[in-house]
């Protein structure tokens, strides 16, 4: 084969994903991936290792040889791999294609499109389509750079959108030179933003993953992508003029020492013992310092009975008193709320909050940190899940205590002896606005009420009127329920287990 491969010199364009250039490279030259791959793959890179190659990750590519082959210059060629751009990709085996429609029409496909934490082109103000897990296999471009393949067969039938503005222009690169550099400034902007948020989390790079990620995740709130983000946000203050997928909610990093210690797993714990008088004092800090602007929204919600706590309005109710009281009830094991007025007098079994690791337990002293730190973490989530979905069932799981909500990392240091291990934990613990207001807007809101009451009137006056003689077991570990039934007819329930 010659040393030379067909291409345009004026391509590609400035920050042109790889897996645009591949598909141009294909289709002029009329080859297959597999021919690509063995001209351009270096040497140390296994055969059998399918993972590797793919258009993010650049590093089974010799892109000086590949450079030669197009004849333009190498760095031109690795702008179109994150790898190389110092953002180490996190992905999944299936390689999805975001695109910016208006991008689309000029056949211009930019590499950060492919991180999921961007929602939007910044030069089109368009948002991005909807992820396609076809169009970025390779044995599609295969298909779609066919020389027997005609014009009306080069679109994806998954998606259905056609390729012809990328292997049908009379040149490779129709962008003129104020798009160029309009391109050229923003993914730069973007660039050094994350290259200093690199450099300040050097310790704690772990927490930059949602930042990373390539793959589309479910239509769920991505909680750690919030804090993740709030996080980077913090520590790199300059102005964006990038849109992300997910709203910045700010978070700290918590660094703490811990022990794990084996002979804690199977032990028990009680609400009038020791470790239920140092439970009994957060529940008391953080009531001081957070809640104060809550306590009459407490006071109401501890005063309601059981079938009332579970037909609370979504738009009434204080999410900061549902969370506080949600934590205790899932600490405590309790789901009927009527039980928190008479707890003093009970031999109560406590559920300390744990992170859900490899190791066996940690020592009580460190289940008693993260109780605490699991407060705000549940908060965050609480909030976050309420954004989404209005009707919520919250529910005791039964299986194990509740992680927290908390995104963490451990790092194992030496053992003192064969029983307990000491290390480092580090965790981004949510700082949740809602927390630092003076009085309670919700309260003040209800006040002005006749009945004053968090209560869904009209969802639990129709309830009572069916609720004798059905089957209640699936609300057996129901904390509370938030409803809206004036708004939506369908009653479609969010399980938020705690």
């Known amino acids: 084969m010659s040393d030379r491969l067909t291409w345009d010199a004026h391509a590609p364009a400035p920050y042109e994903s790889g897996w645009s250039v591949f598909l141009k490279v294909l289709s002029v030259n009329r080859m297959t991936m597999r021919e690509l791959e063995q001209l351009i793959e270096q040497d140390s890179v296994p055969k059998n290792d399918s993972k590797s190659r793919n258009y993010l990750d650049g590093r089974w590519i010799y892109f000086e040889r590949y450079a030669g082959f197009l004849g333009v210059a190498a760095e031109r060629l690795k702008e179109g791999f994150l790898d190389q751009l110092g953002i180490t990709p996190i992905e999944t085996p299936w390689n999805d294609i975001r695109h910016c429609p208006q991008c689309h029409e000029l056949g211009y496909h930019c590499v950060l499109f492919q991180l999921t934490i961007i929602e939007e082109c910044p030069w089109h103000r ?3 389509t909807t992820p396609c897990k076809r169009c970025g296999l390779f044995s599609t471009l295969n298909s779609f750079c066919s ?22 222009a009379p040149r490779f690169n129709a962008l003129d030179d104020t798009s160029q550099y309009t391109i050229i400034g923003y993914c730069r902007e973007y660039l050094d933003w994350f290259k200093k948020v690199k450099i300040d989390t050097l310790h704690c790079s772990f927490f930059t993953t949602e930042l990373r990620r390539v793959h589309q995740e479910e239509e769920v709130p991505n909680l750690f992508a919030q804090r993740q983000l709030g996080f980077a946000r913090g520590l790199a203050k300059e102005q964006l003029y990038w849109k992300f997928s997910v709203d910045a909610k700010p978070a700290r990093l918590i660094s703490r020492t811990y022990v794990v210690d084996n002979k804690t797993h199977n032990s028990k714990h009680y609400l009038a013992d020791s470790v239920g008088h140092s439970y009994r004092s957060i529940c008391r800090h953080i009531y001081t310092k957070h809640l104060r602007a809550h306590h009459a929204c407490i006071k109401h919600l501890v005063s309601l009975s059981r079938d009332e706590a579970l037909f609370l309005h979504s738009e009434k109710a204080c999410l900061p008193a549902v969370a506080f009281l949600t934590w205790r009830m899932s600490v405590e094991g309790v789901c009927n709320i009527e039980e928190l007025q008479s707890k003093e007098e009970k031999q ?11 190791f066996s337990s940690l020592s009580i002293n460190d289940q008693i940190r993260w109780t605490y730190d699991s407060f705000f973490g549940l908060l965050a989530a609480l909030e976050a899940h309420h954004e989404l979905y209005w009707r919520m069932v919250i529910t005791l799981a039964s299986a194990k205590a509740c992680d927290g909500f ?7 240091g030496s053992n003192s002896s064969r029983i307990a291990k000491k290390g480092t934990v580090q965790m981004l613990r949510p700082e949740v606005v809602c ?8 309260w003040l809101a209800l006040s002005q009420t006749p009945n004053q009451s968090m209560c869904d009137d009209y969802a639990y006056d129709s309830a009572m009127t069916w609720w004798w003689g059905n089957d209640h077991s699936q609300y057996a570990k129901s904390l509370f329920k938030l409803t809206q039934s004036e708004r939506y007819g369908k009653q479609i ?3 938020f287990n705690v």
């Open 126 to 128: 368009c948002k991005l």
């Open 147 to 168: 020389p027997h393949a005609k014009d009306d067969e080069r679109f994806c039938v998954v998606c259905g959108r056609r390729l012809s503005h990328f292997i049908n």
């Open 348 to 358: 109560i079994p406590l559920r300390l909050m744990s992170p859900h690791t490899q």
């Open 406 to 412: 908390l995104q963490s990392h451990f790092t194992q």
């Open 435 to 442: 927390l630092a207001e003076k009085k309670c807007a919700k």
């Open 493 to 495: 329930f969010v399980h």
